[in-house]
């Protein structure tokens, strides 16, 4: 059995991956009266004076919404919110095990920007934060930024920024091993869908010298003119020798390859113009944009995928956990960029010098203390720099 087969199977066995599990024993009369009626009242009163004490009354500081549109679900497209719930529902299992966060999926039955940033607002008051999943671009840059301005509490899409910051941390590391500086590297985005545009912005904010975005298009370049506001921004402060063609121009004399796009794209030929010691991460899943194996007989010097049967997975898991922990737990308004260059130190920091190396740049997926690091790293940055 292959693992599609099996995690179908699973997915059957399990029926649902995710449970509420009370905290309250209701086993006597007494019980029945603390916990509900006619004891429930008291806090109910409570938050009606004093909306903040929903923090402290009910489980609301510790709890996220993950929500879709079901636009962009990992690979498959748009295949709609409910055939995405099985995605919101192991997202919400990663909440929990690795971050200790209770989180709850919710898939919107629309596709209308205002209508999902309207229904999001009016439930905003039941969670502490919300992370946006699986929305297509451009739509989710309007629907973050619109929830931002309306909303008191973390919004966060894992899409854009998980993505952004565990590749921020990957980059550090590799570029300090292969002896360079962030300052004099340049670096090729291929994909310029929600992920590509925030690991590029991200990536200029930790100092990254020149960076050039690759879209089906071509390099994108200051004389293009651009209908995605977002490619017409890009093409403003990318590009530094305004280079234009194909990918295969892009990373000619590259130090790092970035890849959110499709498999394949990549050729050993791509690899062996880049400059020295160059550094891939071909991160399309379930297929990179080339095979690590390729990628490493090709020259390249620090290989990194999506994938968890090879050295090196960037994955989302070492970030989201750990960011709405440390978010909730200081109540932030908000999660800003230097929470999130906080959190990209914090995991990159996490690999010491003496253990860094071609195979281990970032740590493991699975490593659990990632996300009580990112947490402090993130809660201690909120609280220096809070209005």
């Given at each position: 059995?292959?693992?599609?087969?099996?995690?179908?199977?699973?997915?059957?066995?399990?029926?649902?991956?995710?449970?509420?599990?009370?905290?309250?024993?209701?086993?006597?009369r007494e019980?029945?009266?603390?916990?509900?009626?006619?004891?429930?009242?008291?806090?109910?009163?409570?938050?009606?004076?004093?909306?903040?004490?929903?923090y402290?009354?009910?489980?609301r500081?510790?709890?996220?919404?993950?929500?879709?549109?079901?636009?962009?679900v990992?690979?498959?497209?748009?295949?709609?919110?409910?055939?995405g719930?099985p995605v919101?529902?192991?997202?919400?299992?990663?909440?929990?095990e690795f971050?200790?966060?209770?989180?709850?999926?919710?898939?919107?039955?629309?596709?209308?920007?205002?209508?999902?940033v309207?229904?999001?607002?009016?439930?905003?008051?039941?969670?502490?934060?919300?992370?946006?999943?699986d929305?297509?671009?451009?739509?989710?840059?309007?629907?973050?930024?619109?929830?931002k301005?309306r909303?008191?509490?973390?919004?966060?899409?894992?899409?854009?920024?998980?993505?952004a910051?565990?590749?921020?941390a990957?980059?550090?590391?590799?570029?300090?091993?292969?002896?360079?500086?962030?300052?004099d590297?340049?670096?090729?985005?291929n994909?310029?869908?929600?992920?590509?545009?925030?690991?590029?912005?991200?990536?200029?904010?930790?100092?990254?010298?020149?960076?050039?975005?690759?879209?089906?298009?071509g390099i994108?370049?200051?004389?293009?003119?651009?209908?995605?506001?977002?490619h017409?921004?890009?093409?403003k402060?990318?590009?530094?020798?305004n280079?234009?063609?194909?990918?295969?121009?892009?990373?000619?004399?590259a130090?790092?390859?970035?890849?959110?796009?499709?498999?394949?794209?990549?050729?050993?030929?791509?690899?062996?113009?880049?400059a020295?010691k160059?550094?891939?991460f071909?991160?399309?899943?379930?297929?990179?944009?080339?095979?690590?194996?390729l990628?490493?007989?090709?020259?390249a010097?620090?290989?990194?995928?999506?994938?968890?049967?090879?050295?090196?997975?960037?994955?989302?898991?070492?970030?989201?956990p750990?960011?709405f922990?440390?978010?909730?737990?200081?109540?932030?308004k908000?999660?800003?960029?230097?929470?999130?260059?906080?959190?990209?130190?914090?995991?990159?920091?996490?690999?010491?010098?003496d253990?860094?190396?071609?195979?281990?740049?970032?740590?493991?997926?699975?490593?659990?203390?990632?996300?009580?690091?990112?947490?402090?790293?993130?809660?201690?940055?909120?609280?220096?720099?809070?209005?």
């Open positions: 059995m292959d693992v599609k087969e099996e995690a179908l199977k699973k997915h059957y066995d399990w029926n649902g991956k995710i449970e509420v599990i009370s905290r309250a024993p209701i086993n006597t019980d029945l009266s603390l916990a509900y009626t006619p004891g429930v009242a008291q806090p109910c009163l409570e938050i009606a004076k004093d909306p903040d004490l929903s402290k009354l009910t489980r500081s510790n709890l996220v919404a993950v929500i879709t549109d079901g636009t962009a990992l690979g498959l497209g748009d295949i709609g919110g409910l055939a719930m919101m529902e192991g997202k919400c299992c990663l909440f929990k971050g200790g966060v209770d989180a709850f999926p919710l898939c919107v039955k629309s596709k209308d920007p205002d209508e999902i309207r229904t999001i607002e009016l439930i905003a008051d039941s969670f502490g934060g919300i992370n946006l999943e929305i297509s671009a451009p739509r989710c840059f309007e629907i973050e930024a619109k929830l301005e909303l008191d509490i973390p919004v966060f899409h894992d899409d854009q920024h998980g993505t910051i565990v590749v921020g990957a980059v550090m590391n590799s570029v300090k091993l292969a002896g360079k500086k962030l300052s590297i340049t670096v090729v985005i994909g310029a869908g929600s992920a590509g545009v925030a690991i590029g912005k991200f990536l200029l904010k930790l100092g990254v010298g020149n960076l050039v975005m690759v879209d089906i298009g994108i370049n200051r004389d293009e003119n651009y209908q995605n506001p977002a017409a921004e890009l093409s402060i990318t590009n530094k020798e280079r234009k063609g194909t990918l295969a121009d892009a990373m000619r004399g130090d790092v390859f970035v890849g959110v796009s499709k498999p394949n794209l990549v050729t050993p030929e791509m690899v062996k113009s880049m020295e160059p550094i891939i071909p991160m399309a899943n379930p297929s990179p944009e080339i095979t690590y194996e990628a490493k007989e090709s020259g010097f620090i290989v990194g995928t999506g994938r968890s049967d090879y050295p090196n997975q960037i994955n989302n898991v070492l970030v989201f750990g960011v922990k440390g978010a909730l737990a200081v109540r932030a908000a999660i800003t960029e230097d929470m999130k260059l906080a959190a990209a130190k914090a995991i990159a920091e996490l690999v010491p010098d253990k860094l190396s071609p195979e281990y740049i970032i740590p493991s997926a699975l490593d659990k203390n990632v996300a009580n690091a990112v947490a402090k790293a993130v809660a201690e940055c909120w609280e220096k720099n809070k209005q």
